[in-house]
């Protein structure tokens, strides 16, 4: 102990100076952890924002109950979980859940998931006696302590509206769009397709930012949703009140019929560039791509923001008439690209690294959504 003379001729002890929180040396209280499901992606983040990874274990017991042990301290810090949806879905979001918990018994600051491609984000619509799944995952992720998502190209942007808690839903269209015209010989050339009208609005987005024109195929056959024979058939009884006598009951909706396929728009001689948000199965990519090629078009490239690319993909895509398919590295798909050489990727880590240090930082998001419109 340090000890100073008094007037008296006694010591007593020297005053301690405390440092202000100015003047204390500055260290990070950001720490970025990840599970099984992208961990190439979260060391690309890690390595941009300049951190090391933390040290977080993520396994799987004998029984497949999942395990998650966290090697540094988190108290008082702002916790970013790196984890994306991939084929391997349920344990994604398992692994998730028990991170996001274990940081909120550790008493972290603050706890941001941050979730390139949102699960079961296709299943955010009341289909018959089914359920609205992507509200009950919202529901399950802010429970478990997540206190901010960073998700990217939502199917539905409705979706934002299931959380309790901010979400931040990036685009991707700048990362593809600079590739159409870096890596696309002749674009101007080009024709934007969309696959069915409902991806028209994403369609017409790209088209003016590149001024090129558009095309639309109609006719594609949706996903079947045929009745099961459990009695949702059965004619209702006939009505007595004579203000609903209508002949034979109440009218059954005429079922949809498939029309001929056909494409809206010139494709004849020019490169066609189908855009969706997200390609898993596809075959019905194919079917288009089949039909661009029947209508005179002389490349066709596919533009997607998640590359999930199930089953067979690769090889269909091969013997396909598509020339290149481009997807971000929100989904790993690197067993994909060695069986198909026509699958392409654009990194967009600097766009996540940007948005967990303006977050951090308590900076605004406006310049990662300048210019973006309600179609993209």
């Known amino acids: 102990m340090l000890l100073n003379?008094?007037?008296?001729?006694?010591?007593?002890?020297?005053?301690?100076?405390?440092?202000?929180?100015?003047?204390?040396?500055?260290?990070?209280?950001?720490?970025?952890?990840?599970?099984?499901?992208?961990?190439?992606?979260?060391?690309?983040?890690?390595?941009?924002?300049?951190?090391n990874n933390g040290g977080c274990s993520v396994y799987?017991?004998?029984?497949?109950?999942?395990?998650?042990?966290?090697?540094?301290?988190?108290?008082?810090?702002?916790i970013y979980i790196i984890q994306t949806g991939t084929k391997d879905v349920n344990n994604n979001i398992m692994e998730l859940l028990i991170m996001a918990y274990a940081c909120k018994t550790s008493s972290a600051n603050s706890i941001v998931g941050v979730i390139p491609y949102l699960p079961y984000s296709k299943q955010c619509k009341m289909r018959k006696r089914g359920?609205?799944?992507?509200?009950?995952l919202a529901r399950m992720m802010c429970t478990s302590g997540l206190t901010h998502i960073i998700t990217m190209d939502l199917h539905?942007?409705?979706?934002?509206?299931?959380?309790?808690?901010?979400?931040?839903?990036?685009?991707?269209?700048?990362?593809?769009?600079?590739?159409?015209?870096?890596?696309?010989?002749?674009?101007?050339?080009?024709?934007?397709?969309?696959?069915?009208?409902?991806?028209?609005?994403?369609?017409?987005?790209?088209?003016?930012?590149?001024?090129?024109?558009?095309?639309?195929?109609?006719?594609?056959?949706?996903?079947?949703?045929?009745?099961?024979?459990?009695?949702?058939?059965?004619?209702?009884?006939?009505?007595?009140?004579?203000?609903?006598?209508?002949?034979?009951?109440?009218?059954?909706?005429?079922?949809?019929?498939?029309?001929?396929?056909?494409?809206?728009?010139?494709?004849?001689?020019?490169?066609?560039i189908m855009v969706d948000d997200l390609i898993d199965d596809v075959q019905s990519f194919v079917a288009a791509a089949e039909v661009l090629k029947e209508r005179g078009a002389y490349k066709i490239y596919v533009m997607a923001t998640h590359g999930l690319l199930s089953q067979d993909a690769p090889r269909l895509i091969e013997d396909s008439p598509i020339d290149e398919v481009v997807v971000t590295n929100t989904v790993p798909h690197e067993i994909q690209k060695m069986q198909c050489h026509k699958i392409k990727t654009v990194d967009i880590s600097i766009l996540l690294a940007e948005a967990i240090r303006r977050i951090h930082n308590k900076e605004s998001m406006s310049y990662l959504f300048k210019n973006v419109t309600l179609e993209d």
């Open 5 to 51: 003379r008094n007037k008296f001729g006694g010591f007593r002890p020297a005053k301690i100076l405390k440092l202000d929180k100015m003047d204390a040396p500055a260290t990070s209280d950001i720490c970025i952890i990840n599970g099984n499901s992208h961990p190439d992606l979260a060391n690309l983040i890690a390595s941009r924002l300049g951190v």
């Open 60 to 78: 799987h017991k004998t029984n497949r109950e999942t395990m998650v042990e966290i090697g540094d301290s988190v108290r008082g810090k702002d």
């Open 156 to 272: 539905q942007k409705e979706i934002q509206g299931f959380f309790d808690c901010p979400v931040d839903n990036l685009r991707a269209s700048p990362f593809l769009l600079q590739y159409i015209q870096e890596c696309i010989p002749d674009y101007r050339n080009s024709v934007i397709v969309a696959r069915n009208p409902g991806s028209a609005k994403k369609a017409t987005s790209y088209a003016e930012r590149l001024r090129l024109g558009i095309a639309v195929i109609h006719g594609e056959q949706k996903e079947s949703e045929t009745d099961e024979v459990d009695g949702r058939n059965s004619p209702p009884l006939l009505p007595k009140s004579r203000t609903m006598d209508v002949s034979g009951g109440v009218p059954v909706h005429p079922a949809k019929e498939k029309p001929p396929i056909n494409v809206v728009g010139d494709v004849g001689g020019r490169i066609a």
């Open 131 to 136: 359920c609205i799944v992507s509200k009950l």
